[in-house]
């Protein structure tokens, strides 16, 4: 994000403030409450040399929106890959609704790791962006995550879902939404750079995920078949990297 529009989302959130801050307490109010994913937080797509993936992250890694792991994030990502790559794979889930990336690091991700994994995928960013954390510190705390990711499992291929659009949630109201898109765009681009990294691929989210019929009955966390969409993407970016 270049200097002037960095600004720009600093002073509309500065000067809309008490506005913001009246329209997140209403969301926060208003938004009906769903949980997470139920059923097995592993399994597997049956195949030969099975790949074995770990995905680890917010709410969307635990499943909310979705009524099980299959439909959701994990599962899907895991068919996607078994169709692209042509081989089985094993999942696994460690998802916390409500982290952000510095409590996935220091909460979940050691127990995620005594486990071996061929990939880590990373889904995070929308309560980075929600807890206004700047992306500088968002984009320390996904680096110490993959490191930290590396010396417990060597140096495997990390895929780095990009933050979720919040401009285009529906739950979320005019100015409130514009400015956590702007703030979330900031976030998004700070942990593309992590891409340079050797073994590192950042996958921006397709914007038709974030078609209004796509999202569960919360309008903030996708559906079955946005989750779907979503892995498709996460999927080819993993094969090409």
């Known amino acids: 994000m270049s200097t002037s529009r960095t600004a720009l ?11 913001l801050v009246a329209q997140g307490l209403h969301v926060h109010r208003t938004t009906p409450r769903l949980l997470g994913a139920s059923g097995p937080q592993r399994g597997s797509e049956p195949g030969a040399d099975p790949l074995r993936l770990l995905v680890i992250g917010e709410s969307t890694v635990d ?15 895991a068919a996607a890959l078994a169709r692209r790559l042509g081989r089985g794979i094993d999942w696994r889930v460690a998802g916390r609704t409500g982290a952000n990336a510095r409590t996935v690091r ?3 991700l050691d127990e995620a790791c005594r486990e071996r994994a061929d990939l880590v ?6 309560n980075d962006t929600i807890e206004m954390r700047s992306p500088t510190r968002y984009r320390r705390d996904l680096l110490e995550l993959v490191v930290t990711a590396w010396r417990a499992l060597g140096p495997v291929p990390v895929l780095l879902a990009g933050v979720p659009p919040l ?25 593309a750079t992590l891409a340079e990294l050797p ?8 914007r038709e995920v974030v078609d209004p019929e796509l999202f569960a009955a919360d309008g903030f966390h996708p ?9 498709d993407k996460l999927a080819e970016a993993a094969a090409l990297g």
Do not use: I, K, N
């Open 167 to 191: 401009a285009a949630f529906p739950s979320l109201p005019q100015p409130l939404r514009l400015v956590l898109g702007l703030r979330g765009e900031a976030l998004d681009a700070a942990a």
């Open 223 to 231: 559906g079955p078949a946005g989750y779907r969409l979503w892995a």
């Open 63 to 77: 499943g909310v929106g979705a009524g099980t792991h299959e439909e959701a994030l994990t599962g899907q990502l």
């Open 199 to 206: 073994g590192v691929t950042h996958c921006p989210v397709p």
């Open 9 to 19: 989302t600093l002073a509309a959130t500065v000067g809309l403030a008490p506005v």
């Open 106 to 108: 220091t909460e979940l």
């Open 121 to 126: 995928a990373v889904a995070l960013g929308v």
